[in-house]
């Protein structure tokens, strides 16, 4: 009873169906012999005879009556599950459970789930928008597929893919003297009052460029949370902010300028998934496509002042 193939159910259906062993062959593309070899291994198992037959016809035995609706559903189901799969590989239907911290959820990932969106209409793209330690532990545990994140992330239970690298620029309002200018450095915002929604640029700067070992973090700071309340804040004159260049747009929407700062800083970008773990087909289709998305996006992006 355990050693039931589908071959033999689905032998059994076409025979039940077209009442005749020579049309059920040809049905399943198989020979005569082959098909009747498959109904005798199938009655054998059972110990019970499915048809009955005589001269003219093939019929269902009272045992093969009952039997018949069972391999329907069977059959059936397996038929829907193998559909369902395939639409989930094909991308006619799935859903893709991403997060990203507050830059990028103003910037990157709007547009990226955009034109992902074009392309696979029948995706269902879930978001949320976290912080930065709440997208690494929701990936970590499995809550969403992918995550958005910069910077290095010490988490073992992570798979983390770098996929673009932006600097950071100067944001300031257009009648700020320094707009005039096509770049600056550090030492020229060094002195001037500065909003900053991250702490220091040590998470921004790679230890070769020595930014806060010379000291050149402004040191009149004015802390908050989101780049958005710096960027208000600057454009209500109350000094000058730093954001990373793909935030170019948003920084226009508060009418300021970004302007090139040396010693070029930068940060990494990596799409972030839970290791040792498969993505599904529109998961992985969709880190794929931010892969290829995000690095031009950002060429694009960079191209400011």
């Known amino acids: 009873m355990n050693n039931l193939t589908l071959r033999q159910l689905r032998a059994f259906r076409a025979v039940a169906n077209t009442g005749s062993f020579t049309d059920a062959a040809v049905r399943l593309h198989l020979t005569p012999a082959a098909l009747s070899g498959l109904i005798k291994e199938l009655e054998n198992q059972l110990g019970v005879r499915m048809f009955d037959r005589n001269t003219r016809k093939v019929t269902l035995s009272a045992v093969g009556a009952d039997f018949f609706p069972l391999t329907e559903r069977v059959l059936q189901d397996l038929d829907n599950a193998v559909a369902s799969l395939r639409n989930l590989k094909e991308l006619r239907r799935g859903i893709v459970r991403l997060a990203a911290p507050e830059v990028m959820s103003c910037t990157l990932v709007p547009r990226a789930m955009a034109a992902f969106r074009e392309m696979h209409p029948n995706v269902e793209l879930r978001f949320l928008d976290v912080p930065i330690e709440e997208v690494v532990a929701r990936t970590a545990r499995g809550e969403i597929d992918l995550g958005i994140a910069p910077g290095p992330v010490n988490e073992v239970d992570i798979e983390r893919r770098p996929f673009m690298r932006a600097p ?6 257009r009648d700020d003297g320094l707009a005039r200018r096509t770049r600056v450095s550090w030492e020229d915002v060094k002195q001037r009052p500065f909003v900053t929604f991250f702490r220091g640029l040590s998470e921004w700067a790679p230890s070769k460029h020595g930014v806060q070992e010379n000291g050149l973090f402004p040191k009149d700071v004015l802390f908050v949370l989101r780049i958005n309340t710096a960027l208000a804040m600057v454009q209500a004159g109350f000094g000058v902010t730093a954001c990373p260049v793909y ?5 226009s929407s508060f009418g300021l300028k970004l302007i090139k700062v040396k010693p070029e800083i930068d940060r990494e970008y990596a799409v972030l998934q839970r290791a040792g ?3 599904t087909p529109a998961a992985e289709a969709f880190r794929h496509f931010l892969l290829e998305f995000g690095p031009q996006w950002a060429k694009d992006a960079h191209r400011v002042g």
């Not at 950071?168 to 309002?173: C, N, S």
């Not at 935030?247 to 920084?251: I, K, V, W, Y």
């Open 168 to 173: 950071l620029m100067l944001a300031v309002r």
């Open 247 to 251: 935030a170019n747009e948003l920084a």
């Open 277 to 279: 773990h498969a993505l």
